[in-house]
């Protein structure tokens, strides 16, 4: 058990996926959830599940993470309600594929807004809310293992998720003198709906994939829920500016060993 009752925690992009279930896990240990999504109807859906499952307030909040506006509104809105921002989880992500040579400067703009520039804003406001408090708090991002290993056709996701690292390691090194804690979880490949489809469909091809990660296996969505939780908790106390790999070991692989092991 962390410590987390009656604890305020918002979660973006948390209306569906890895989000969900970190929004979940954290309302398991009887925390209070803002679900935080562009997505309204699914955000709404998964508010009303995660409070039938655990009692816990838990408030559906449509934001667009482009617009710093809303991004501040939206703090704004789970300090007021309430009382204070314990937990911030920077979630919510996109990937687009091409080669780098030919993303048009929109595609560049969107994917750099979401995945790097929304965390950043997210962060810094709710920095601004957590140095009132006397707990402080705690910023946990979702970070990926392409912030450390990359594949072609993915650049504008591989840099964002560098970003991310190199993002929580200042921010976490700036904000420690106020007692605010800023880390980051960086999931492999995740058992998520998307991932089961792409495999269903053949664009995820998992034989292949399991060469190069030595555990084998999908990582599963509550395994990435339990390190940010962790990460979150006083457990975790003498812990920031860090990034934790969750992701089977595949980040630290290298080449396939089937060879090798002839």
Known sequence: ????????VVVTGAAKGIGKGIAKRFASEGANILVADILRDEAIKTAAEIHEAYSTTVIAYDVDLTQSDQIEAMMEYAYKCFGSIDVVVCNAGITIHDWATDYDVSTIDKVFDIDIRAYYLCARTAARYMKKQPERGNIVCISSVNSAVYHSKRSLYNVSKAAVNGMVGTLGVEWARYGIRVNAVAPGYVATDLVKAGIENGTINLKRNMEVIPMKRLVEIDE?????????????????????????GWSKDALPEDIDMR
């Open 1 to 8: 058990m962390y410590d987390f009752k009656g604890k305020n």
């Open 224 to 248: 990435v829920a339990n390190a940010v939780v962790f990460l979150a908790s006083s457990q975790a106390s003498a812990i920031t500016a860090q990034t934790l790999f969750v992701d089977g």
